[in-house]
């Protein structure tokens, strides 16, 4: 039996083997990958479930701590594409919200739902706001007189109240009234990976149930 010099290449079939091999693991690496990137979106959806659920009671039985304002709350992306749950208060009388310094997560801009996850939101009843500089304050209802809601049809929150300080727009803003009905916000919210497909639901009714799926 003749054996291989140390400078033979290898053979036919040692190619074919290794590039198999290879295959397979780029196969599992990218796998794994989108397993990680599902389960980061419906980490992200279950969150905002939870973080829901939590504002309803907070609105339903606490006082908010500025006198005559409600609590609310906003999902919106900052400028490096990172979607982010942000609590704040909501001015019945000058309809405007403020997110200036009302969270303590994540240096104030809230709790984080991951840069793998693009959040989406369709409704048919939806009102816009628009950013006041001055006040650093989101103003609901700019014009006054005739405003009513619009429909937004699966809408990246990214480009929803896109007229803000920064790059983004001021994203989706959510309240509820003493008696736990939905004041704004009311829809679907729709968690995709970044590769396009969807993976989890939150729907928000006008009645104040909500449900994760």
């Not at 599992?28 to 959806?45: E, R």
């Not at 706001?129 to 007189?145: H, L, N, R, T």
């Amino acid at each position: 039996m003749t054996k291989r010099g140390k400078d033979q290449g290898y053979t036919l079939v040692e190619m074919i083997v290794v590039i198999a091999i290879i295959a397979v693991v780029a196969g599992l690496s990218l796998i794994s990958v989108t397993l990680i990137h599902s389960a980061k979106a419906k980490n992200a959806s279950t969150t905002v479930d939870s973080e829901i659920a939590t504002l309803i009671t907070r609105s339903k039985n606490m006082q908010s701590d500025r006198a005559g304002w409600q609590y609310a709350a906003r999902i919106y992306v900052d400028d490096g594409g990172v979607y982010y749950y942000q609590k704040g208060y909501y001015d019945p009388v000058t309809k405007s919200y403020d997110f200036e310094n009302t969270d303590t997560e994540g240096e104030g801009k809230g709790t984080s739902l991951s840069s793998y996850v693009v959040v989406k939101y369709t409704s048919d009843h939806y009102y816009f706001v628009s950013y006041d500089s001055a006040s650093k304050k989101w103003v609901e209802d700019p014009v006054g007189e005739g405003y009513t809601g619009t429909s937004i049809d699966n809408l990246e929150l990214k480009n929803l109240n896109s007229n803000g300080a920064t790059g983004n727009g001021g994203g989706l803003f959510i309240r509820f009234a003493k008696d736990g009905t939905c004041e704004a916000g009311t829809g679907d919210i729709r968690f995709y990976k970044r590769n396009g497909n969807i993976v989890a639901h939150e729907y928000i009714r006008a009645n104040g149930s909500h449900q994760c799926r």
